[in-house]
């Protein structure tokens, strides 16, 4: 075989060679497609008002500061001045839980599902009393505040209970404890704030299917005024205490 023969045999196979290497990785691409994550146009609508949502309190609480700012700097006399600071203490103490709050809301109660007519051809005595074994318990009462909290929720309650910063919401033997306070079923929670709003959050979630699993129903209804109280939990101060300004001995 001539050098010019064995030249365009060799560039033969290695065209052959790559249209064989494009057909194998075509193959298999056909036969594993790469597995994308989709996501329904109602999640992504759902999480771009959340986030237009936060953007816009985020906003407000500029203007809010700004606004405090600008008051004080204006401040005419000592008198306004102490007017100014009093209107700010007592926003702080309303956002801290120490004085009680009403306005518009949700009220949710945590009770026994309703349990379908006893067949009497069925046998109960291999079923669980519980659907999938649980109760509620305070892990189920701390995501769903979360839940109303992430949601705008300005207040929140269980049982009475007014939750704040600090509040920690635990399980003691076979009782749940709000601070140091504990609390008995059926649970009922109270929350200041746009009612559709944190209506919307909960079905999302999946909160009553959640709640389900443990034979539980959620009765949520909208309230045109809610009465949430002040938090009596007493709060110590352990490791603040006053500047000493220069020339103070």
């Known amino acids: 075989m001539s050098q010019k023969n064995r030249k365009i045999t060799f560039i033969l196979a290695f065209i052959s060679a790559?249209?064989?290497?494009?057909?194998?990785?075509?193959?298999?691409s056909n036969l594993h497609p790469v597995q994308k994550e989709s996501r329904s146009i109602a999640e992504l609508r759902t999480t771009l008002q959340k986030e237009l949502e936060r953007h816009k309190n985020l906003l407000a609480d500029i203007s809010k500061y700004n606004q405090l700012y600008y008051q004080y700097e204006t401040a005419?006399?000592?008198?306004?001045?102490?007017?100014?600071?009093?209107?700010?203490?007592?926003?702080?103490?309303r956002m801290a839980g120490m004085v009680s709050v009403e306005g518009e809301g949700i009220e949710l109660r945590i009770v026994e599902a309703e349990q379908p007519p006893a067949d009497p051809a069925?046998?109960?005595?291999?079923?669980?009393?519980?659907?999938?074994?649980?109760?509620?318990?305070?892990?189920d009462l701390r995501w769903l505040?979360?839940?109303?909290?992430?949601?705008?929720?300005?207040?929140v309650s269980i049982n009475g209970h007014r939750l704040i910063a600090t509040t920690s919401i635990r399980l003691v033997g076979d009782?749940?404890?709000?601070?140091?306070?504990?609390?008995?079923?059926?649970?009922?929670?109270?929350?200041l704030g746009e009612p559709d709003v944190l209506l919307s959050a909960l079905k999302l979630e999946g909160v009553e299917e959640n709640f389900k699993l443990a034979n539980k129903t959620i009765v949520a209804e909208k309230r045109d005024k809610l009465v949430i109280p002040a938090n009596r939990e007493p709060h110590v101060i352990q490791y603040m205490k006053p500047v000493k300004e220069k020339g103070d001995s």
């Open 18 to 28: 790559i249209i064989g290497v494009m057909l194998t990785v075509q193959l298999r």
């Open 76 to 93: 005419l006399n000592e008198n306004e001045s102490i007017s100014v600071m009093k209107e700010e203490l007592e926003r702080n103490r």
């Open 122 to 139: 069925v046998d109960m005595s291999s079923h669980e009393a519980v659907a999938g074994g649980y109760t509620v318990d305070d892990e």
């Open 145 to 155: 505040v979360n839940i109303l909290f992430a949601n705008g929720a300005q207040a």
């Open 175 to 191: 009782a749940i404890q709000v601070d140091t306070k504990t609390i008995q079923p059926p649970y009922e929670l109270k929350a």
